[in-house]
């Protein structure tokens, strides 16, 4: 027999160099986050040029790992927008939090496998306690049991299959789901995913207030049991992504429970606001949901990836996904073995827990509390401050952190010069590299569509972004209107 021979290289550093590459790191980490609002905000390159900058060979033999960080810093990061940014307005920022940075730091050095109790008591113990500190936040009752997942989409997709499985089994060609136009993309894409068909599929339009109408909900609802359907779900809202509205959650709790539906709360971005007491009072009901989406990496401010889903029946989550193959009878032994692989997608997981924990206890959930005030704080002075200049209108007023808006030249103007008009102060305010912003349509407006949950953010930063705004808004109302003209 031949003897084994060890590789002529090792996927070692040795102390000293592992040493020096990690202070180098932490290093650029608090580069980055000391001096991001002196930063630009950043631009995204075109694809060509990033070709020209990073493409290479694989590479087969060693390289200077501090070389390999510049590089990283420079043109990876450096060819990104930041959404941790203090000026970062569009989408849902990612304020991030350095504790919780190096928590996943952490948990990556550590290697920590989080699928079974097995092979991770500890880090299975604590995604028990932290998820348990979420269902307390929310309210929801002690037999909740949840699951930290990569974010929204997948916390979404996994409560409609807990609620397909559990109200219709395998004989699901006849169950209906609604919710509104106003729903996040990921219910679309969840049902898409799940199968279910278009005549399974009720998205219902909005009210003036952009919310979801119980009084249509409820006519669907009737109109399809008449029909011979089996309606098992109802998609609500806790801040939807375009205006932060939160849906009549006791009105369609009180509906689903009537009429035996499943409801599941879609609150990835405003179920954090249940910290603050003015949030708590919007999201009254969402404690009587069946199951609740909440993305920690939104307004808890943690590093992506974390979603999280919560089941107020917690036998019913575990009960949908687990499957026990033969390979895993062994860690399949005793009920108080939690395995994390049994309530979700994942069979292999990383210990998302770990970020949450230690910020949560480094900084104390009071901080996290004032947080979120200030992020509902913030979006209330951007509306005073637009109040003051009748060239603004608003559409939505300010809501757990989101306003929109739309500039309004004097004289008759199109809905389509206006949505031109729009489209053009957001591009260029991107491109001054200063802020980003971005669009929506709301009932066929374009609008501008500001969220503000940056606990980094400064008075003095939201006052130059409204003047730099309108600023371009009287900038381009004059070209555009000369523009037309000729």
């Known amino acids: ?62 390289q200077d790992p501090h070389e390999v960080l510049e ?48 092979e991770s008591s500890g880090p299975s113990m604590v995604e028990l306690v932290t998820v348990d500190w979420l269902r307390q936040l929310i309210g929801m009752p002690e037999t909740t049991v949840g699951t930290f997942t990569s974010g929204g989409s997948v916390a979404n997709l996994s409560a409609i299959h807990v609620a397909r499985h559990h109200h219709l089994g395998i004989n699901d060609q006849d169950g209906v789901i609604y919710y509104s136009d106003q729903t996040h993309s990921s219910i679309d894409r ?24 119980v009084d249509m909900l409820y006519g669907a609802v009737t109109s399809d049991k008449a029909a011979g359907l089996k309606p098992f779900c109802v998609i609500a809202n806790a801040g939807t992504t375009n205006t932060g509205a939160v849906d009549d959650l006791e009105a369609i709790a009180d509906l689903c429970q009537e009429e035996g539906l499943w409801m599941h709360v879609d609150g990835a971005y405003g179920a954090s606001a249940a910290l603050s007491e003015r949030g708590k009072a919007l999201l009254k009901g969402i404690e009587r949901a069946d199951s609740v989406t909440i993305d920690p990496h939104k307004w808890l401010f943690q590093p992506y990836e ?9 036998t019913l989550l575990r009960d949908a996904f687990r499957l026990v193959p033969e390979y895993l009878k062994d860690m399949d032994k005793s009920d108080d073995m939690v395995n994390y692989w049994d309530y979700g997608l994942q069979l292999t997981r990383g210990f998302r827990a770990l970020k949450l924990w230690m910020s949560f206890k480094v ?22 401050l637009l109040e003051a200049n009748p060239r603004w209108e608003i559409i939505t007023a300010a809501q757990i952190g989101i306003i929109n808006f739309r500039y309004v030249p004097e004289g008759l103007v199109t809905s389509e010069f206006l949505n031109t008009l729009q489209q053009r102060i957001v591009d260029d305010l991107l491109a001054s590299e200063y802020a980003v912003i971005a669009t929506t349509i709301l009932k066929k407006r374009k609008v501008i569509r500001l969220i503000l949950i940056n606990p980094r953010t400064t008075v003095e930063e939201i006052q130059a972004t409204i003047e730099r705004l309108t600023q371009l808004g009287e900038q381009y109302s004059v070209t555009l209107q000369a523009t037309v003209t000729e």
Not at 306 to 314: A, D, P, T, Y
């Open 1 to 62: 027999m031949n003897e084994v021979s060890r590789p002529h290289a090792t996927l070692e550093l040795n102390r000293e160099q592992l040493r020096q590459l990690g202070y180098s790191i932490i290093d650029e980490m608090v580069k980055h986050y000391d001096s991001l609002p002196d930063q630009l905000i950043g631009m995204t390159k075109d694809r060509p040029s990033l070709e020209a900058l990073l493409r290479e060979p694989l590479p087969l033999t060693p």
């Open 71 to 118: 590089r990283a810093v420079q043109d990876v990061f450096g060819n990104t927008i930041k959404s941790q940014h203090t000026r970062f307005f569009a989408f849902v920022p990612g304020p991030s939090n350095s504790v919780s940075a190096l928590a996943d730091m952490l948990a990556a050095g550590f290697n920590a496998f989080s699928g079974s109790w097995y």
């Open 190 to 213: 969840a049902v898409r995913i799940l199968g279910l068909r278009n005549h399974q599929v009720r998205r219902l339009p909005s009210d003036s207030r952009y919310r979801l109408s």
């Open 306 to 314: 974390i979603g999280c889903l919560l089941v107020k029946e917690g």
């Open 363 to 384: 900084f104390g959930v009071e901080a996290f509390r004032d947080a979120v005030d200030w992020g509902i704080e913030q979006a209330e002075f951007v509306q005073q």
